[in-house]
């Protein structure tokens, strides 16, 4: 490759040696092409190749372009994802290995806003559609954590939001029904879980106060909108020996809840100070 850069047609060009097309012809190659990865491929429609065989050359180096920013962007999350796993949850306590390997899996940034995929690996919860959130990292490992999900388990989530929950959970259980209030985040979640190949994941739009009681009992039961007080039908559709782990509370005066369910009795404790979104009903309601 030569140094010379003309200037034409406002990109600029490195001269390119092509000894494979006929006459040892000189090519031009737009040098902002090669620079900017942000380059569409319909800017090539403007380099007026000399003849197919360059416009395939320039469409591979397209190609490779591309490859390696997306590489270059996976390998960036991935060191986002392994320092999470460290700083937030390792060092907070969370020791159980099904779980952390469940989050060195499930890929956060798929889950949240565009705009905020450089901060999905980040201590804190994020905004997603609706109004809703997807929760911080520590808060979704400790939830998951608590209910000590067997591979062969049945859970069910009380809020589907993005689906990262959701995604953790598939990890590590047989299958996970999930209901979310809110139609589009219901649906957003359906044809995501389908894109990243997830199919023990069941998506209802619907009330979730009231549970999804046609696949009832479940081993395990999340919930990730607080009421102001335990709803009775998730109760009777918990299994015995089964666990229900579900804020409680509003505004800042929220708890995790931990219950067990021993011979037709339900325990409970609270295991953590939380702040959720609230659970409502399909008029908006608070419950």
């Known amino acids: 490759m030569k140094d010379a ?3 034409c047609q406002s990109f600029t060009y490195k001269i390119i040696n092509i000894d494979m097309i006929h006459n040892n012809s000189l090519y031009y190659l737009p040098y902002d092409f090669i620079k900017n990865k942000k380059m569409k491929l319909s800017d090539l429609s403007d380099l007026k190749p000399k003849n197919s065989i360059t416009f395939f050359i320039m469409l591979i180096f397209y190609g490779i372009i591309q490859m390696g920013a997306i590489w270059q962007q996976k390998e960036k999350f991935q060191i986002q994802k392994e320092k999470m796993i460290q700083q937030q949850l390792k060092s907070r306590g969370i020791s159980d290995r099904k779980v952390l390997d469940a989050f060195l899996e499930v890929e956060r940034h ?3 806003l565009p705009e905020y995929r450089e901060q999905a690996y980040g201590d804190f919860p994020l905004m997603i559609k609706e109004g809703q959130t997807i929760s911080q990292p520590y808060v979704v490992a400790f939830m998951t954590e608590q209910l000590a999900l ?3 388990d049945k859970v069910l989530e009380i809020g589907t939001g993005s689906g990262y929950q959701a995604a953790i959970l598939a990890q590590l ?3 996970v029904f999930t209901v979310e209030i809110f139609e589009t985040l219901a649906n957003d979640a359906k044809t995501l879980f389908q894109e990243l190949g997830y199919n023990n994941i069941f998506v209802k739009h619907g009330d979730g106060y009231l549970g999804w009681p046609e696949h ?4 395990a039961i999340i919930v990730t909108c607080s009421p102001k007080h335990i709803p009775e039908p998730l109760k009777e559709q918990l299994a015995e020996r089964g666990k229900m782990i579900i804020p409680v509370g509003t505004g800042f005066a929220q708890n995790l809840v931990l219950l067990e369910k021993k011979k037709g009795k339900i325990r409970q404790r609270n295991v953590l100070p939380v702040r959720f979104v609230p659970m409502i009903n399909e008029q908006g309601k608070s419950y």
């Open 150 to 152: 067997e591979k062969d």
């Open 5 to 7: 850069i003309p200037h």
């Open 216 to 219: 009832a009992p479940y081993d």
């Open 173 to 175: 259980c047989d299958s």
């Open 110 to 112: 798929k889950f949240v």
